[in-house]
């Protein structure tokens, strides 16, 4: 089974990268987390990869990081969430995110990520919260409230046809690099970040 690819960056595009290793392009679903991280194409890229295979379909999913991997590999060990659902649920909510809440019971919360209804996300609860590492609630940062001009930018992106969850996304790693504090900066660097 493949569980590595280390090669160059042919295309990528939300929930798809193409990587080249040996002559051989390699077709792997990823995440919106990890589409958003990936270098530019035509860079050297190395993804974790997870292959399933069923009767008709081998199918690659890829990850930057191992523990996204590892709780795509755990979300799919859950009776009714297959490969499919288990990348969109990872492309709804941060790892991080999720993890807190299934050792949470925040039920409510993950219900919030498209494709989770309240009974997958009760059987995400019981069946996972005792194989993931144990967060202390008291320790955790507590989440900043989104700004005023953040939120404008986030609604602006959606009318265009962005997910939330990609816009969200952008809007975090264009904060960081940012050029200034107004909703036509934030806006600009926002759109930015997608169109790499």
Known sequence: MIAHLRGKLLAKRPN?????TCGVGYDV???????LDLPTIG????????????????ALYGFL?????SLFEKLITVSGIGPKLAITTLSGMAADDMVGAICGN??????????????????????LRDKLPAQGTDDAPAVPA??????????????????????E????????NGTGE?????????LAVLSK
């Open 16 to 20: 798809q990268a193409i990587v080249e």
């Open 29 to 35: 679903t990823v995440s919106i987390p990890t589409f």
């Open 43 to 58: 860079h050297d890229v190395e993804l974790h990869i997870h292959t399933h295979v069923r009767e008709d379909l081998i």
């Open 65 to 69: 990081r191992p523990a996204e991997k």
């Open 106 to 127: 925040d039920v409510a919360r993950l219900t919030r990520i498209p494709g989770i209804g309240k009974k997958t996300a009760e059987r995400m609860v019981l069946e």
């Open 146 to 167: 989104i700004a005023a001009v953040e939120e404008d930018v986030l609604s602006a992106l959606v009318n265009l046809g962005y997910q939330r969850a990609v816009a």
């Open 169 to 176: 996304t952008a809007l975090s790693r264009a904060t960081k």
């Open 182 to 190: 107004s909703f036509e900066s934030k806006f600009r660097d926002a």
